[in-house]
């Protein structure tokens, strides 16, 4: 145990006569001890705690989507069916008139939730909106290849080595986002 003043205990008493008796002082010294483990140990909670919500934020102010990035998973309503699916499985998203399609590595899915309510529910650093009717997985563009007319096509590292149009309004930002000059 540290030689270490945590606080003071002072016992008087004059009722009674001889009650710290040499006999009585062990008791009263495990007791002493034990309070001192306690003292500490509330101490050091205490310093944990306070450890603890710094960490908290300074997670979040890194990363204000951390609550997003810890489900790494979105959840899609197909007919009476939720599936539960995982970002990397999710290749890329389309949105057609009225529904969206969630393309992933086996299968694709059909949600009746627009584009913007998609895109709102995905982690911002791996999901990119690169067109209107487009979002892809960051992780899954392979390249960008000029097409005509100031237009890009992005192809996407899947089976069918899928291309995807990028908007003329989202080519600088998709070109900053994977280091593009």
Do not use: W
């Not at 998973?73 to 389309?94: A, D, F, Q, R, T």
């Amino acid at each position: 145990l540290r030689k270490q003043i945590l606080g003071m205990l002072y016992l008087e008493h004059f009722a009674l006569s001889g009650v710290f008796k040499h006999v009585n002082l062990g008791i009263l010294n495990t007791l002493i001890l034990q309070i001192a483990i306690c003292l500490e140990n509330i101490r050091l909670n205490e310093n944990l705690s306070t450890a603890t919500e710094v960490f908290k934020r300074v997670i979040t102010r890194e990363n204000p989507h951390k609550e997003i990035v810890e489900n790494q998973h979105i959840s899609i309503k197909e007919g009476s069916n939720h599936y539960i699916l995982p970002y990397n499985k999710i290749v890329y998203i389309k949105a057609h008139n009225y529904f969206t399609i969630v393309h992933c590595t086996d299968k694709s899915y059909r949600s009746g939730k627009n584009l913007k309510e998609i895109e709102e529910s995905l982690a911002k650093e791996k999901f990119f909106r690169i067109h209107k009717s487009f979002i892809v997985n960051l992780d899954y563009i392979s390249h960008l290849q000029y097409f005509m007319s100031g237009n890009y096509v992005a192809y996407l590292k899947d089976e069918d080595e899928t291309q995807v149009p990028v908007g003329k309004s989202y080519t600088p930002k998709i070109k900053k986002k994977l280091g593009i000059n």
